[in-house]
Each structure stands twice: as C-alpha cells, then as structure tokens.
C-alpha cells in the first residue's frame, strides 16, 4: 500500500514539473526532424503615436545546414501593421548553432493596443526542399495612442506666422558704423580727385607739346615720312588746345575746333586753324608733303604754342 502511494506520488510530481516547463518555455510547436529552433521577438518601442514607426527583430536560432524564411510578413497578414522596410541576416552564434536575424519595419495608423501578427518560421534543405515549419504568435504588444484628444471633432485653425523681433539696439551701431565708412569713402575720393585735377592744373601744356614736339622733330630727321608726322602734329596740337583752353579737340572734327577757338578769341587763331587744315588735307585728300614742309610746320606749331604761354588761356563762359 506504501509502495503503491509512493508511485503515485511520484507521478504527480513528474506532471507537476511537465507543467512548470510548459509554463516557463514559449509555445513553440514541435517539427519532426528539426531540433526545436529558438525565436525570440522584440519590438521597439512598445509605445508610439499613429502613424509612428516601429522596429521589430525577429531572432531565430537553429542548427546548422538548415536555411530560415519566414511566412505570414506580408501585406495582408500584417495588418493593422503596415510594413515599410525588412532586412534578413545570418550568423554563427556560440554554441555552434546559427542565428538569422529579420529585422521589420513597420508603421500603424490604428490606435489602441495592437497585438503582433502571427507568422511562420520555414526551414529549407540545401536542395529547397521544406524541412519543417514552426508558427509562433508572439505575446508582445504596442500602444498606439492618438494624436489629439478623443474628445476633438474640429479641426484647429492654423495659428498666423509670428514676426521676428528686430533687436534696433544691436542693429543701430551696425548701421551708423556702415554710414560711417560710406561717408569716409566719399570724402576719400573726393580729395583724390581734387588732387589728381591740382596737380594736373600745375603741369604746364606749353611744356608738354613742345617737348612733343622736339621729339617729333627728330623723328622726322631720323626719316620719318612726312604723312606721319603731319598726323602726329595734329594729335599734338589737339592735345594741347583741349588742354590749355579746356575745348573738346581730341574728339572733335577741324569745324568745330575753329567754332569753339573764336568764341574764345585765341591769338594766334588763323596760325593754328592752318596747321589743322594741312593735317587734314594729309590725312584725308591724299596730299604728299616734302620733309621741308613738314619742318616748317613743326616750327610755325612751335612758335603759336610758346606764344600763348605769354597770355593766360581765356575763361570760359
């Protein structure tokens, strides 16, 4: 009898601990010819807003020579779960058995407490061949929590643009500082340009062609044809009339040079207009002076120009 209550008490403990193993292992299904693989599921993070993403990994461990998929990750068994983005990923793990990795990005748009899906794990020979298949539905869950109170059924009016504050105080010295060098600027060019029209006022024009002049002459010497030098003394002399009397020369044809010359009342006026009119019969009507000719004209531009460094040059009106 003793024997017997022994026996039974003993079996009772085996179920007792059947049980407690049933408790603490997951519910993993038993797949003949596989040894019983590991999966572990994790989700972050378990608390999200709608339309939040979520990252799920999938962590499968198993022998080795075996190849893993997954079943039921797709569009339709996801649902409520929208997914975006899955990578897979295999490694030896240390126990000599292999790890595979399918790792899932999802997306809800569904508030309240949302279960993951279901789905199945499918061992494949190296040949294609399925081996076996495990289903797991895993016990996580998320929160998905609304982004507006419940109580809310209009929509909230958009809150006008806000303008910047302009801070004066700071932007004052920047302003008065920029005035400041503007003004300095201008003062700067100002005195240039008064120096630059002085110290032009103070070379002497007379100087200046006659030592053209000179230069000129020797050219010719040095056997200049006489057509070139005739178009060089009437850049000579137009040079200095529009210096010395302040009249446009340089651009200007002979007629309006003789125009602005006798409202000034220039002495030597007919000397000067002559030596023009030679110029331009040279450089326009084809005419072919002697290099005596060209002397005598250097000589009489010679004797008006030292001419009028005896009289001031007239104002202008």
């Known amino acids: 009898m003793n024997a017997r209550c022994n026996i039974l008490a003993a079996g009772w403990v085996k179920r007792l601990l059947w049980l407690?193993?049933?408790?603490?292992?997951?519910?993993?299904?038993?797949?003949?010819?596989?040894?019983?693989?590991?999966?572990?599921?994790?989700?972050?993070?378990?608390?999200?807003?709608?339309?939040?993403?979520?990252?799920?990994?999938?962590?499968?461990?198993?022998?080795?020579?075996?190849?893993?998929?997954?079943?039921?990750?797709?569009?339709?068994?996801?649902?409520?779960?929208?997914?975006?983005s899955s990578r897979?990923?295999?490694?030896?793990?240390?126990?000599?058995?292999?790890?595979?990795?399918?790792?899932?990005?999802?997306a809800l748009f569904v508030s309240g407490k949302q279960a993951l899906p279901p789905f199945s794990v499918v061992f494949r020979e190296a040949s294609g061949g399925v081996r076996g298949r495990v289903s797991y539905k895993p016990s996580s869950s998320v929160v998905v929590r609304e982004l507006t109170d419940a109580s809310m059924r209009d929509i909230r009016?958009?809150?006008?643009?806000?303008?910047?504050?302009?801070?004066?105080?700071?932007?004052?010295?920047?302003?008065?500082?920029?005035?400041?060098?503007?003004?300095?600027?201008?003062?700067?060019?100002?005195?240039l340009k008064r120096t630059v029209r002085s110290s032009a006022e103070r070379v002497d024009s007379s100087q200046v062609a006659q030592r053209k002049l000179r230069k000129l002459g020797s050219s010719l010497s040095a056997g200049m044809p006489p057509h070139e030098c005739y178009e060089e003394l009437s850049n000579i002399m137009r040079s200095?009339?529009?210096?010395?009397?302040?009249?446009?020369?340089?651009?200007?044809v002979t007629q309006e040079i003789e125009r602005d010359l006798k409202k000034l009342g220039v002495a030597g006026f007919e000397s000067i207009m002559?030596?023009?009119?030679?110029?331009?019969?040279?450089?326009?009507?084809?005419?072919?002076?002697?290099?005596?000719?060209?002397?005598?004209?250097?000589?009489?531009?010679?004797?008006?120009?030292?001419?009028?460094?005896k009289s001031p040059p007239p104002s202008v009106e």
């Open 274 to 309: 002559n030596l023009l009119k030679q110029a331009d019969l040279v450089k326009f009507a084809d005419s072919r002076p002697d290099v005596e000719e060209s002397r005598q004209s250097l000589n009489k531009a010679t004797e008006v120009i030292r001419s009028t460094r």
């Open 20 to 84: 407690l193993l049933l408790a603490i292992l997951p519910p993993f299904a038993v797949v003949e010819g596989v040894q019983q693989p590991m999966v572990k599921v994790t989700v972050m993070p378990d608390t999200l807003l709608v339309g939040d993403r979520i990252h799920c990994t999938i962590a499968v461990q198993h022998e080795k020579g075996v190849a893993v998929s997954l079943e039921g990750i797709d569009a339709v068994a996801l649902k409520p779960f929208e997914l975006l």
């Open 157 to 191: 009016p958009i809150k006008p643009p806000l303008s910047p504050s302009i801070p004066y105080l700071l932007l004052m010295p920047l302003l008065l500082g920029a005035f400041g060098v503007g003004v300095l600027v201008l003062l700067l060019i100002y005195f």
């Open 240 to 252: 200095f009339l529009e210096t010395h009397y302040r009249i446009s020369a340089l651009e200007a």
């Open 88 to 106: 897979h990923s295999s490694s030896v793990a240390a126990s000599a058995s292999v790890e595979d990795l399918f790792e899932l990005e999802l």
